[in-house]
């Protein structure tokens, strides 16, 4: 297991800015990957509505977590990771209806369940202070 990285994950990912969920990669290896993130707490935090910052959104903090762990895969191989589009989403479970009351930080792990040369499938969960907030898995078409 390989403990964070040093690399600004906004350099990682495609997004930018407030858009980028995920503040800190803590360990990940070829199969797995564990981030960090306070950033349902922020003000700007893109994904809120209506005054709230609703758990569906977990999946997006997922999917940012998947991006990150492809693109240091790529890497450590000495490549560059293509670019995806989540396609599917299933089995998700949402333990709770809003995020963006919970003090503290949010731990997404996600973990490889499928690699192919056209997809990806990963399992993920998110958790708050040691408790369930999300569960599911999702389907990843990459492009060239």
Request: include cysteine.
């Amino acid at each position: 297991m390989r403990k964070g990285t040093l690399t600004p994950l906004s350099d990682l990912i495609p997004h930018a800015g407030a858009m980028c969920l995920l503040d800190e990669v803590l360990e990940w290896d070829a199969a797995r990957l564990h981030a960090r993130s306070a950033s349902h707490q922020r003000a700007d935090n893109p994904l809120r509505g209506g005054g709230m910052l609703h758990a569906v959104n977990l999946c997006e903090y997922a999917a940012q977590a998947m991006a990150v762990h492809g693109a240091l895969r790529a890497r450590a191989e000495g490549g560059r990771a293509r670019p995806g589009y989540l396609v599917a989403l299933r089995e998700v479970r949402l333990r709770v209806e809003r995020i963006d009351e919970l003090p503290g930080r949010l731990h997404v792990h996600v973990e490889s369940l499928l690699a192919t040369a056209e997809s990806l499938q990963y399992g993920f969960r998110v958790e708050h202070r040691g408790a369930l907030l999300a569960s599911g898995r999702a389907a990843v078409m990459l492009r060239d």
